[in-house]
């Protein structure tokens, strides 16, 4: 449905300047996107997450036509929307924005405000061509029908500022949706709203997303919205994508050290791989011998850094050494209340491991525990 | 918010402020130096604006016998009114339209797309404030007068006659028009910069052309802003003096303004016809204003619009018009900034105005320069200049601070009654305060008439409310906790305005006090009709040689008080940046 290839974008204003300038030279040009490519198939959600700066918003607006990427080729469906060139073959080509008929909710919404909600949904309509313009009575009819799959339907006459923020949000997907476009673009929807809100939101979206199955991109720096709405996502690092995969498979065995760190907090301890065999690693960590089970084997000798969950690791007063294949003697040295979780820090030789448990289970600060670590939650991170 | 009884340092701060008649009664009686303050401000204010508008109109319409309304009569018993109506208007709605235009566009351009020489804009958008009218009118006839003009001299052989004549109604438009366009400028930059870009980008998204975005988004989307560059503008054009005074009246080409001046200035004098003009013209300028407010009225829901962090501006692709708009760009700022203050330089340095040849250019002397220096008159004018300006400058902004806080954070009953007041001078042009202070001031027992301290009156009176909106603007940014902890920690009123408040309205302070002190220099129509000889100020001193016909010594003038006022404008600058002033 979209494929992106090879896709770069650095920075128009630094390079065109570093070529003048020559204080400049030297210099590196900065790369927002730096040879980024993936596919998303129909009906797809597709999520870009990444922390500031890395990346994501670039590229979604490359994909819209807001930002004119430097090389690499935009293709949805079979319409080339972008294409670098290449020497001796294809012509470049870049679409107007206005022209690649894509639905896309802004940040900031970008809701008009001079206009009520019934005529920010039917701008996109009235905007057409006259040839392929609908009719009035269609307009109307159309508009209609999806500000009543937004639940908007009683505020259609309204001042579109007098919206909720909520409601604001859904205005704006249905501004996107009415032109029924092949393609979705979402840059952060949520952040916007409300903790709360967006908990609600969040599903809502996904529902009205598998609902129409349009195909989407989704741009967010929250992890935790990423999981709960993707279908895949790609981590972006420095205009790079570090890794792409299922929700489950990035959160349980992230490629790297800074996916780990970006989704979700994670314990990290520094090992040497001892031995390998179908999945079955044995670590050696400064605080002892770990079993870890893990999608591919490693290399017998190899350094690594073993990422642990705070939710993988269980504690107690009690030992169950035999039992278990991995656990630890620590101190516990401070303990918060989450509401829903407990959280631990435990001082383990040198490092301290957090642990996140069950409310029922709570123990001082100064209590002696004991973790066990379930080897099928850890996770091994090669280094370097 | 009670107060304990102030303490000594507050009392003797009082003085300068000005609560009249307040210093007997206060030992006395438990009333707190708060009332006094605020009432004496507030009674200032409602002096400046309403005692000169009082005078005229009891002036205008009452002679020693009663009503009479012989002043319209002789006034508008010339047979040629029509004409000055039409002329009037003519005028005032050409060169607004050709400034809204020409900045409106420029505004654009320069926020929205990638156009070339950006830095240019910004250099013409303060020309108005380092070339007072005068000048810039006076480098027009320069260039385009149908004798002398270099324009003309230089296509007369293309065309055979001479192509422009700068003293007509078209001459005038012009003139005015591109003098004031960095005005709308300024004003429209703001709100294309305040505004979301990606309410344009949406529209985009949404399929709509670059051409129905702007109609459809990006204009309504600015329609308060450009209301009240319309009423800015409105105003300024309606009591511009300089351009038709000086390109008018040669051809008997009379507006307003400078029929009001004709009648003031002629023998004998007909006080009540000039205040019946002066009527007439207000009356206008209040009439244009309420259109322009209930035009924005309708507009004016303010606009707020959710911003996230998108708010990297992203200039538009000009794509293939970019080397035609930059051409624009270029002759634009050579019209504006660089023709006019290159003529001036020109004509300054030959002893007599001349085409530049290369004899022209072998008389090449200092001798005006030399004029100058020599000239009783000049150092007298320069001295006075700054004695207003700088005196002005702190009355206003002392009131203005102070009047800023009732209007602002006060609960007293009638605090929005102050703010109006001292907006009234607004919608006066400043011939018509002339015309009123001298109706005060010649009636008025107060023995200051053709003294220094009339011009200092109109001065503070015309700049008020230019002092108020600097005031203003800073105070509403001033969170209200800042005085309230200061009250919580026992401070008086006075104290906590002295210690926390001034000190944070300090950077707009500063601007506003420079604002004035620069736009006080180039003052010249309410100068004009209250000035008597041995107190005149610099742009006074430019009219005389006007009227002398010394074009070159003038010339002289202008380049060293464009000199002078780029040296205040940038060191306003500098203070700006250290007292942590921003633009925008």
């Given at each position: 449905m979209l494929r992106i290839d090879h896709l770069v974008k650095s920075f128009a204003g630094e390079k065109a300047r570093g070529k003048k300038n020559k204080a400049q030279e030297g210099h590196a040009a900065v790369f927002a996107v730096n040879d980024v490519s993936f596919e998303v198939k129909e009906g797809e959600l597709f999520t870009l997450l990444g922390?500031?700066?890395?990346?994501k918003t670039t590229t979604l607006r490359s994909i819209a036509g807001l930002e004119k990427p430097d090389s690499g080729t935009i293709t949805v469906g079979d319409r080339v929307m972008f294409s670098g060139g290449v020497k001796g073959g294809d012509r470049a080509v870049n679409m107007p924005a206005n022209q690649r008929g894509l639905g896309m909710v802004f940040q900031s919404y970008a809701?008009?405000?001079?206009?009520?909600v019934f005529d920010n949904v039917a701008f996109p309509l009235q905007v057409r061509k006259r040839a392929d313009r609908p009719s009035k009575a269609e307009i109307a009819e159309r508009v209609e029908r999806v500000l009543a799959t937004m639940e908007l339907s009683p505020q259609a006459?309204?001042?579109?500022?007098?919206?909720?923020g909520g409601q604001q949000q859904r205005l704006a997907l249905a501004r996107a949706l009415v032109i029924q476009p092949p393609l979705l673009l979402l840059d952060?929807?949520?952040?916007?709203?409300d903790a709360k809100l967006r908990e609600s939101l969040r599903y809502e979206l996904k529902r009205l997303q598998r609902e129409l199955g349009i195909t989407s991109v989704y741009v967010t720096h929250d992890q935790v919205e990423a999981l709960a709405l993707s279908t895949h996502i790609a981590v972006m690092e420095h205009g790079r994508v570090v890794q792409l995969g299922r929700p489950r498979e990035v959160y349980e065995s992230p490629s790297n050290k800074f996916v780990a760190e970006f989704i979700g907090t994670s314990n990290f301890i520094p090992g040497t791989v001892g031995s390998a065999q179908g999945g079955q690693h044995s670590v050696d960590t400064t605080n002892g011998r770990l079993f870890i089970e893990s999608g591919s084997d490693l290399p017998t000798g190899s350094d690594v850094v073993v990422s642990i969950r705070p939710e993988a690791v269980e504690l107690s007063t009690e030992s169950r050494a035999g039992q278990v294949p991995n656990e630890w003697h620590g101190t516990v040295v401070a303990r918060a209340f989450l509401g829903d979780a407990v959280d631990h820090v435990v001082a383990v030789d040198k490092h301290e491991i957090r642990a996140r448990v069950n409310p029922s289970v709570s123990f001082e600060p100064g209590t002696q525990v004991y973790l066990q670590l379930d080897p099928t939650k850890i996770s091994l991170v090669p280094v370097g | 918010m009670t107060l304990t009884s102030p303490p000594v340092r507050a009392e003797e701060r009082?003085?300068?402020?000005?609560?009249?008649?307040a210093s007997p009664s206060r030992r006395k009686l438990?009333?707190?130096?708060k009332f006094f303050i605020v009432a004496g401000v507030a009674a200032a204010i409602g002096y400046l604006a309403l005692v000169p508008l009082g005078y005229l109109l009891w002036g205008t319409f009452f002679d020693a016998e009663g009503f009479d309304l012989g002043g319209f009569e002789r006034a508008y018993?010339?047979?040629r009114m029509g004409e000055l109506w039409g002329n009037s208007l003519a005028f005032a709605g050409g060169s607004a339209f050709l400034s809204l235009t020409v900045g409106t566009t420029l505004a654009y351009l320069n926020v929205r797309t990638a156009v070339p020489f950006k830095a240019l804009f910004f250099a013409a958008s303060i020309v108005p404030l380092i070339v007072p009218g005068i000048l810039y009118t006076v480098s027009w006839i320069f260039l385009a007068?149908?004798?002398?003009?270099l324009l003309n001299n230089f296509l007369e052989p293309v065309f055979?006659?001479?192509?422009?004549?700068?003293?007509?109604i078209w001459g005038m438009i012009w003139v005015e028009g591109l003098h004031s366009s960095p005005i709308v400028f300024l004003l429209m930059v703001a709100a294309f910069r305040s505004m979301d870009p990606s309410l344009e980008e949406s529209a985009l998204m949404s399929g709509a052309t670059r051409l129905q975005t702007l109609r459809r988004v990006t204009l309504p989307l600015v329609r308060p802003a450009l209301l009240s560059s319309v009423l800015v503008i409105l105003i300024t054009s309606l009591e511009s003096f300089e351009v038709p005074a000086l390109l008018g009246l040669q051809n008997g080409i009379y507006v307003f303004t400078s029929r009001i001046y004709f009648v003031f200035r002629?023998?004998?004098?007909?006080l009540q016809a000039a205040g019946a003009l002066a009527v007439s013209l207000l009356a206008i300028a209040v009439i244009g204003v309420i259109i322009a407010r209930l035009l924005a009225g309708r507009g004016t829901?303010?606009?707020q619009t959710v911003t996230?962090?998108?708010?990297?501006?992203r200039p538009l692709d000009l794509g293939k018009w970019r080397p035609v708009v930059g051409a624009g760009i270029l002759i634009y700022f050579f019209a504006t900034v660089v023709g006019p203050l290159l003529v001036l330089i020109y004509a300054a340095l030959l002893p007599y105005y001349q085409a530049p040849s290369a004899e022209a250019f072998a008389s090449f002397t200092l001798d005006n320069f030399r004029q100058v220096f020599e000239m009783d008159s000049a150092g007298r004018a320069l001295v006075n200049s700054l004695v207003l300006g700088i005196s002005a400058a702190v009355i206003v902004m002392a009131l203005m601070s102070i009047a800023a806080w009732i209007s602002v954070?006060?609960?007293?009953?009638?605090?929005g009654i102050v703010e109006q007041l001292s907006f009234?001078?607004?919608?006066?042009p400043g011939i018509v305060l002339g015309v009123s202070i001298s109706f005060v001031y010649l009636r008025s027992?107060?023995?200051?008439?053709?003294?220094?301290l009339i011009l200092l009156i109109a001065y503070c009176t015309k700049y008020m409310p230019y002092g108020m909106r600097y005031a203003t603007t800073s105070m509403t940014q001033i969170s209200s906790e800042l005085e309230e902890s200061a009250q919580v920690s026992g401070a008086s009123w006075w104290t906590t305005f002295r210690r926390v408040l001034l000190p944070l309205l300090s950077p707009g302070i500063m601007a506003g006090f420079v604002y004035i002190l620069v736009v006080s220099f180039r003052e010249l129509s309410s100068s004009l009709l209250l000035y008597s000889p041995g107190n005149e100020v610099l742009s006074i001193l430019i009219w005389e040689q006007f009227e002398n016909g010394s074009f070159n010594v003038l010339a002289a003038i202008g380049v060293l008080m464009v000199v002078a006022l780029v040296i205040m404008v940038t060191i306003a600058y500098k203070l700006g940046a250290k007292v942590g002033l921003r633009e925008d």
């Open positions: 922390p500031s700066g890395c990346g809701i008009w405000p001079h206009m009520t006459g309204r001042q579109a500022t007098k919206l909720s952060e929807p949520l952040s916007n709203l | 009082t003085e300068p402020t000005g609560s009249t008649g438990p009333l707190s130096p018993g010339s047979g007068s149908p004798q002398i003009g055979g006659t001479a192509p422009f004549n700068i003293f007509s002629s023998y004998p004098r007909d829901k303010t606009y996230g962090k998108g708010f990297r501006p954070r006060s609960t007293i009953p009638g605090r009234v001078p607004l919608v006066i027992p107060i023995p200051i008439y053709g003294t220094l």
